[in-house]
């Protein structure tokens, strides 16, 4: 797939975005075979709509896309990517779109490109976009570029997407931009300190592994740490079926930093990035961990198990461990974690956790900026005697269902040590098709993060 632009300057069909209430007026401007055309093809610039109007020798003269009202657009976004699978192959340059308006539009047309196509031939959009005046095309030919990584991870079953494939995409993504990997796998998990991230992969018939990738020399510091669960059985609290449909995209906290990262490193963003993503499947067999055992975490926390199923923090823990003793200037973890989260706000928005104040600000300004919504939730500290089993320091899984991605989180920050630390508990699925977004797989918060930087790190 190519999601890229048009040449800046590639002859392009005038494409004019119009607003509901402005299309009498519009028609005015108009020669009277334009506006006799619009008029009889009964077209009203309706959100989503579009009309293709003829020159007066049956060629293509210009098309139309409606943009309906402010109302209209306030319950969705990337609206005129509709467009970009509507019309036919050519290039076309927006008129009448509002500058304020022409980033977001224009990295929805991009992304209307995208299809998942490793079996089975997808037919791309047609038509491309001549970048508008104004926007950064390198900047958002990365941005949807890192959004299609994330996407081809998640929408990757399993059968082709182990610990062992994840790893063979990050070394890709290394190689690409000149940056150095470690990997950590099977015993030698035990070896080096990682006693959780083997426990939870263990059972698995491919190894577990923490892969660290490194890249830039100078600047400040950013640790991202993505959650790896590449499949989830639930372990021996084994889920139902119903349940283990979807869990091919456990792994999507991996996939949408390493997609947050492709865009950094192709921006050259002037920092020192590390990701960090603990690579295992929760399966099931005879040396599985079981509910009641107390696992010793890397920085010596004890943890008891009341429900294997909750195996996310568990592998997410020693890395945060591990990313904490490194002093980054802003740690920040991604992971698919809890169903609490999804109850709490749905498939759109990002919910994230944090106590810094500098953060959130830069992050919720960003969020608007570039249309991936996010939404603050509380580390609320008087919950962490939920987290506090009683015979262990943690508990993985506290019994009631109250508040389960705050407790999630709070047993996150329990090994962030003093970093400034965010944490993302994401869904990374579409489950219907939306403009720019199609069922499946999607990036959650990494463009919000990367329009956040600058001010969140001071560059």
């Given at each position: 797939?190519?999601?890229?632009?048009?040449?800046?300057?590639?002859?392009?069909?005038?494409?004019?975005?119009?607003?509901?209430?402005?299309?009498?007026?519009?028609?005015?401007?108009?020669?009277?075979?334009?506006?006799?055309?619009?008029?009889?093809?009964?077209?009203t610039a309706a959100l989503g709509t579009t009309l293709l109007v003829p020159d007066s020798k049956g060629?293509?003269?210009?098309?139309?896309?409606?943009?309906?009202?402010?109302?209209?657009?306030?319950?969705?976004?990337?609206?005129?990517?509709?467009?970009?699978?509507?019309?036919?192959?050519?290039?076309?340059?927006?008129?009448?779109?509002?500058?304020?308006?022409?980033?977001?539009?224009?990295?929805?047309?991009?992304?209307?490109?995208?299809?998942?196509?490793?079996?089975?031939?997808?037919?791309?959009?047609?038509?491309?976009?001549?970048?508008?005046?104004?926007?950064?095309?390198?900047?958002?030919?990365?941005?949807?570029?890192?959004?299609?990584?994330?996407?081809?991870?998640?929408?990757?079953?399993?059968?082709?997407?182990?610990?062992?494939?994840?790893?063979?995409?990050?070394?890709?993504?290394?190689?690409?931009?000149?940056?150095?990997?470690?990997?950590?796998?099977?015993?030698?998990?035990?070896?080096?300190?990682?006693?959780?991230?083997?426990?939870?992969?263990?059972?698995?018939?491919?190894?577990?592994?923490?892969?660290?990738?490194?890249?830039?020399?100078?600047?400040?510091?950013?640790?991202?740490?993505?959650?790896?669960?590449?499949?989830?059985?639930?372990?021996?609290n084994l889920k139902p079926g119903a349940s283990m449909g979807l869990m091919k995209k456990d792994m999507?906290?991996?996939?949408?930093?390493?997609?947050?990262?492709?865009?950094?490193?192709?921006?050259?963003?002037?920092?020192?990035?590390?990701?960090?993503?603990p690579a295992v499947e929760n399966a099931v067999a005879g040396n599985a961990f079981r509910p009641g055992?107390?696992?010793?975490?890397?920085?010596?926390?004890?943890?008891?198990?009341?429900?294997?199923?909750?195996?996310?923090?568990?592998?997410?823990?020693?890395?945060?461990?591990?990313?904490?003793?490194?002093?980054?200037?802003?740690?920040?973890?991604?992971?698919?974690?809890?169903?609490?989260?999804?109850?709490?706000?749905?498939?759109?928005?990002?919910?994230?956790?944090?106590?810094?104040?500098?953060?959130?600000?830069?992050?919720?300004?960003?969020?608007?900026?570039?249309?991936?919504?996010?939404?603050?939730?509380?580390?609320?500290?008087?919950?962490?005697?939920?987290?506090?089993?009683?015979?262990?320091?943690?508990?993985?899984?506290?019994?009631?269902?109250?508040?389960?991605?705050?407790?999630?989180?709070?047993?996150?920050?329990?090994?962030?040590?003093?970093?400034?630390?965010?944490?993302?508990?994401?869904?990374?699925?579409?489950?219907?098709?939306?403009?720019?977004?199609?069922?499946?797989?999607?990036?959650?918060?990494?463009?919000?993060?990367?329009?956040?930087?600058?001010?969140?790190?001071?560059?």
């Amino acid at each position: 797939m190519d999601l890229t632009f048009a040449a800046a300057d590639a002859p392009a069909i005038p494409l004019h975005v119009i607003e509901q209430d402005s299309l009498e007026g519009w028609l005015a401007d108009q020669p009277d075979r334009v506006a006799t055309w619009v008029r009889g093809a009964g077209f009203t610039a309706a959100l989503g709509t579009t009309l293709l109007v003829p020159d007066s020798k049956g060629g293509l003269d210009m098309a139309l896309a409606g943009y309906g009202d402010t109302g209209a657009r306030a319950r969705g976004r990337f609206h005129l990517a509709t467009a970009a699978m509507q019309l036919p192959e050519g290039a076309y340059a927006f008129h009448g779109l509002d500058p304020a308006r022409a980033g977001e539009e224009s990295l929805g047309w991009l992304l209307a490109q995208y299809g998942f196509d490793r079996y089975r031939e997808q037919k791309p959009a047609l038509a491309r976009l001549v970048p508008p005046e104004g926007v950064d095309p390198a900047r958002l030919q990365a941005i949807a570029a890192g959004e299609a990584l994330t996407r081809d991870l998640i929408n990757t079953p399993a059968s082709d997407m182990g610990p062992a494939d994840l790893e063979g995409a990050c070394a890709t993504l290394a190689s690409a931009h000149g940056a150095s990997i470690d990997v950590i796998r099977g015993d030698a998990l035990l070896e080096q300190n990682f006693p959780m991230i083997h426990t939870v992969g263990r059972a698995a018939a491919q190894a577990p592994r923490l892969i660290d990738m490194r890249w830039g020399d100078t600047g400040p510091a950013l640790t991202l740490v993505g959650k790896g669960v590449c499949f989830d059985t639930g372990g021996l609290n084994l889920k139902p079926g119903a349940s283990m449909g979807l869990m091919k995209k456990d792994m999507g906290g991996a996939a949408t930093v390493l997609g947050l990262a492709q865009m950094i490193m192709a921006l050259a963003l002037p920092i020192r990035l590390r990701v960090l993503v603990p690579a295992v499947e929760n399966a099931v067999a005879g040396n599985a961990f079981r509910p009641g055992d107390i696992l010793t975490a890397r920085n010596g926390k004890t943890v008891e198990i009341n429900n294997t199923d909750a195996e996310g923090r568990l592998v997410l823990a020693d890395a945060l461990a591990y990313a904490a003793e490194d002093s980054p200037d802003l740690l920040i973890s991604m992971a698919t974690l809890t169903g609490a989260a999804r109850v709490a706000v749905g498939p759109d928005l990002s919910p994230y956790f944090t106590d810094d104040a500098s953060l959130v600000a830069a992050l919720e300004a960003a969020a608007v900026q570039v249309a991936d919504p996010v939404w603050r939730m509380p580390f609320h500290t008087p919950y962490e005697t939920m987290i506090e089993p009683g015979i262990a320091d943690l508990d993985n899984a506290p019994k009631g269902g109250f508040a389960g991605a705050i407790t999630a989180a709070l047993f996150l920050r329990r090994f962030a040590g003093r970093a400034r630390y965010a944490h993302f508990d994401i869904y990374g699925w579409n489950p219907e098709p939306k403009p720019a977004r199609p069922k499946g797989g999607v990036g959650m918060g990494a463009r919000a993060l990367l329009q956040a930087l600058p001010k969140a790190l001071k560059l």
